[in-house]
């Protein structure tokens, strides 16, 4: 068996553990939903976890964590994220959300406990799902999100934001709800109007009706 044999195999026997929940020794819980896991699988992936059963915490004795006002499906998102499962930027059977709100819940849940690969994950989705949908009504309300839940200092989600933004600035300062953002959340406006600062200027059309030079 090679390399990428024996991983496909460890991740095959992962996602049957997680689907049956066999020797799963820690319960997640969010809401009135709960999932069985496997320390050994998710503190090999976040740094949170990882501190928290290296210590003396409660959750260490009682192998259960109540996480608090969280999405449901971004944890199982975060949880197959873990066990080699992609996870579906339309969130679950839960009940569909917008792809690029759901990727700033996801990103957001990931940083908190500290998924760093997860993150990067979320980000690219992210990126991908902002280049299909700048143009359409729930665009606005993300850019709230993404500058309400992350801070200054993480550029992730805000420079896909801000670069997309510059890249359509004409046809956005025509959309009142893009207007409104930029009116009442003063980091995106200074963040867009820096941009917009460093972006070179369009060719003039200008021709000089005496000596005809442009």
């Known amino acids: 068996m090679d390399t990428n044999e024996g991983i496909h195999a460890l991740f095959t026997s992962l996602k049957r553990y997680?689907?049956?929940?066999?020797?799963?020794?820690?319960?997640?819980?969010?809401?009135?939903?709960?999932?069985?896991?496997?320390?050994?699988?998710?503190?090999?992936q976040s740094e949170f976890f990882s501190r928290m059963f290296s210590s003396d915490w409660k959750e260490n004795v009682n192998n259960e964590v109540k996480l608090g006002e969280v999405d449901p499906s971004a944890v199982e998102a975060m949880i197959h994220f873990m066990y080699g499962i992609d996870y579906d930027s339309s969130g679950s059977g839960r009940g569909r959300v917008s792809p690029v709100f759901f990727n700033t819940q996801v990103y957001a849940l990931a940083e908190e406990y500290e998924v760093q690969k997860l993150k990067q994950l979320a980000k690219e989705k992210f990126a991908t799902s902002v280049r299909a949908c700048w143009d359409m009504d729930d665009f606005p309300p993300v850019?709230?999100?993404?500058?309400?839940?992350?801070?200054?200092?993480?550029?992730?989600?805000?420079?896909?934001?801000?670069?997309?933004?510059v890249e359509h600035i004409e046809p956005l300062l025509l959309k009142e709800a893009f207007l409104d953002v930029l009116e009442s959340c003063n980091h995106f406006a200074a963040d867009i109007a820096r941009q917009l600062a460093l972006k070179p200027g369009k060719p003039s059309n200008y021709r000089c009706s005496q000596c005809g030079y442009a």
Do not use: M, W
Not at 150 to 163: E, K, W, Y
């Open 18 to 44: 997680l689907a049956s929940g066999q020797f799963a020794d820690l319960t997640i819980r969010v809401a009135d939903e709960e999932f069985k896991v496997h320390k050994v699988v998710v503190c090999g």
């Open 143 to 165: 850019i709230v999100e993404v500058y309400n839940t992350t801070p200054s200092a993480d550029r992730g989600l805000r420079d896909v934001i801000v670069n997309t933004c």
